[in-house]
């Protein structure tokens, strides 16, 4: 129940900073479960781009996982413009499977802003 309560607030949530959680947790949870999930939270087509802090935590999900979908679905973000930091989890991901030494990309910038709004809404992120 808890982990569909999750997929619901990634899917429906209408504040980003929550939906952004909802999706850290999918990733760290079961990332190739929620692999469909993770990559359509990549694209914001919205003029905004208020979907950011999803985006970026989708990009870690999938940079975390490794495999050779999720470096697809990074690099058809990245050329389609995504709003995530990608070219380090790019970088890494590239090294990685060519077995060299990658340097780990730190976690996503939104992380501590998303933890930061949700503990003080009237913070503004």
Sequence with gaps: EAREELVRTAREATEPWLRAEALRWLGQLEAPAHAALLTAALGDDSW???????ADEAAWALFRWG???ALGALLTAWLSGCTADLVDYLGAHLA????RTAVEPPAPRARSLTARFIE????GG
């Design 67 to 69: 495999s050779p979908e």
């Design 120 to 123: 003080r809404p009237d913070a």
């Design 48 to 54: 905004e781009k208020r979907w950011w802090p999803g």
């Design 96 to 99: 990685r499977q060519e077995g």
